[in-house]
């Protein structure tokens, strides 16, 4: 069973109530009806009408975002505008626990949905930061784990420092192990050196993340910094880094920013040929972006993999 199908059953079992805020485009009615057919989850589309004819929910909705945000200067006024917005009216829903996951991304950009993510859904308790997992099904079944690898962040945080470079690599192995099944994460800190071959202050910058998610994770496999190629080429790792308990066999990339990260998941995609899948991990609830090309059936997956994060 491939990793799309094992989400479809888990969330037919969740039976998760699944907020879509973009509730009058077209491929999104089509995927409610396959969702609702399926018993994926249950759809909750919004549109400015429907949300206009519960005024007294509206206002509930519009106070509890400005007593989150008012603190940052957020007027009552604006609150009541910004909570009619079906957006920020979904991500209110989840955090009033009216609905438990939320799915958008067919017409808004990554930002236009991160942000009110971040600002009303905000992060689960215990983690420093929102960041993402890609979840990579190779052809070739020799790679990572059975073929299946988790990369990281390849759409949150252009510009992570060591720190939150930690943070996401804990977070990814914690997903593979969650929500891929992976046993053992075997996490690689990619960079464009391997144990000291190059010296520069982005280099730098990895190694100080891989002793950070050391403290943070213990038992935790994580190496670097490391090349792609020392990371999960036996042959490679056994001349560059020999002693790595990662490298030659690692099934979780972490990649230094988010310009290498969105460049290598879309190499991988376009050019090896593999199928790629993202969530989001971090938030207090699950909340999932689309591309804007995405088709129905990338939908009705997406809503199944938020329903199978909870
Ligand atoms: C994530 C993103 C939207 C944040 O936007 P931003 O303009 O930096 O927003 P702000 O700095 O105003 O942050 C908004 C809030 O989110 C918080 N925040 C920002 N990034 C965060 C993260 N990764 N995790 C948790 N919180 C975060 C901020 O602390 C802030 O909180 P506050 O308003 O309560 O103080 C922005 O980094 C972004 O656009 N990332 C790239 C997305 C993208 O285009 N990806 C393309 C690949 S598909």
Redesign the pocket.
């Known amino acids: 069973m491939g990793l799309i199908d094992t989400k479809r059953e888990r969330a037919k079992r969740n039976r998760r109530r699944i907020v879509l805020p973009e509730g009058d485009e077209p491929r999104t009615m089509k995927a409610a009806e396959t969702i609702l057919a399926e018993g994926l989850a249950e759809p909750i589309l919004l549109t400015p009408a429907s949300i206009a004819v519960d005024a007294k929910r509206l206002a509930d909705y519009a106070a509890l975002l400005y007593g989150l ?1 008012k603190a ?1 200067g957020l007027s009552e006024a604006d609150a009541a505008r910004l909570a009619a917005d079906p957006m920020y009216y979904g991500m209110l829903m989840v955090k009033a626990g009216d609905a438990d996951g939320l799915v958008s991304g067919a017409v808004h ?4 949905m ?2 009110p993510a ?2 009303v859904v ?2 689960a308790p215990g ?6 997992s890609f979840l990579i099904e190779c052809r070739n079944k020799s790679l990572g784990e059975n073929g299946l690898l988790v990369y990281a962040d ?5 510009c ?1 420092d060591a720190e ?1 470079l930690a943070n996401i690599a804990v977070a990814t192995a914690e997903t593979a192990r969650k929500l891929c099944g992976i046993a053992e994460p075997r996490v690689a800190m990619l960079s464009f050196s391997t144990k000291g071959s190059a010296s520069h202050h982005l280099v730098d910058k990895v190694r100080e993340a891989t002793e950070i998610a050391h403290s943070l994770a213990p038992d935790l496999l994580v190496d670097g910094e490391l090349q792609l190629d020392a990371a999960f080429v036996p042959e490679v790792a056994a001349i560059k880094a020999k002693e790595s308990p990662v490298a030659g066999r690692a099934n979780v990339l972490v990649f230094p920013d ?1 310009q290498s990260g ?1 460049i290598g998941y879309k190499i991988t995609q376009r050019i090896g040929g593999a199928d790629c899948f ?1 969530v989001l991990q ?1 938030l207090a609830s699950p909340c999932n ?1 689309l ?1 804007r090309g995405c088709s129905v059936e990338d939908i009705v997956n997406t809503v199944a993999a938020t329903a199978a994060q909870i």
């Open positions: 945000r940052k950009s990554t930002g236009d991160l942000r971040l600002q905000k992060t983690m420093m930061l929102v960041s993402s390849c759409v949150v945080n252009p992570p939150e988010l969105n993202a971090g972006d591309s």
